[in-house]
């Protein structure tokens, strides 16, 4: 049994993630801006569920000030912000590159006296730092930046692990259920696989990157090969 930390657990893939690892019989604490929706997300399987909020770094040592050892770290937080250079919302850059680059950071030095030789962290980034879009100013910029981060705290934290994983389009998580049936299908036909991650795709990967010791300053890529489309 794992001692398992997820910060932003309470939708899309950490939650499934989360559920995953408590319904394997891990002790498993979950993070959500909301408290309430934290503890009542993480009660239907047995988890422990508390506020953070990735955007306010200040806030985190306290937010995590009771959690106990943790074995496997996910920081799964993210922000969907639609920003363009040319129609640029410089307060949602701001707490988009606070949450990811300064929160994800903050997290891990909190919570520095709670892990171990043998833990194990996984940050999330995303393929838009490969193929931005129209709107991914922000979004390309951080993803990149993961790397950066992942790179410096597996020298820093060494011997705990630090790995990555990059999720594609994950035709069914949240965000991406709502986008059209013919957008999907047009995605589907770039993906060598013909088909779309899945949830279940990235948690399996996220799962291989904290098992594995010898997997380390990885960046694991979830497509399904859509880049070489």
């Not at 009660?43 to 306010?56: N, T, Y």
């Not at 701001?94 to 030095?109: A, F, I, M, P």
């Not at 820093?156 to 957008?183: C, F, M």
Request: no cysteine.
């Amino acid at each position: 049994m794992s001692n398992v930390l997820v910060v932003g657990g309470t939708s899309g893939i950490g939650l499934e993630f989360a559920r995953t690892r408590a319904e394997r019989g891990d002790e498993v604490v979950l993070t959500g801006r909301d408290a309430h929706r934290a503890g009542t997300v993480a009660k239907e399987f047995g988890a422990r569920g508390i506020a953070l909020d990735l955007s306010r770094p200040l806030e985190i040592a306290a937010a995590v000030a009771d959690v106990g050892r943790v074995d496997h770290l996910v920081i799964a937080g993210v922000s969907r912000d639609d920003n363009k250079v040319t129609e640029y919302d410089i307060g949602a850059a701001l707490d988009l590159v606070t949450l990811k680059l300064v929160g994800y950071t903050e997290v891990v030095h909190a919570l520095r006296p709670r892990l171990h030789d043998d833990s194990a962290v996984v940050l999330f980034g995303g393929q838009a730092k490969e193929r931005p879009y129209p709107g991914a100013t922000t979004v390309a910029t951080v993803n990149a930046g993961v790397r950066g981060l992942m790179n410096s705290l597996a020298v820093e934290l060494a011997p705990i692990r630090v790995n990555t994983v990059h999720p594609g389009v994950v035709g069914d998580s949240p965000y991406w259920q709502t986008k059209p049936e013919k957008v999907l299908a047009t995605l589907r036909t770039e993906t060598p696989t013909g088909r779309l991650a899945s949830m279940a795709d990235v948690v399996d990967a996220v799962d291989f990157l904290l098992r594995n010791r010898s997997v380390n300053a990885v960046e694991l890529t979830v497509d399904g090969g859509w880049l070489l489309g």
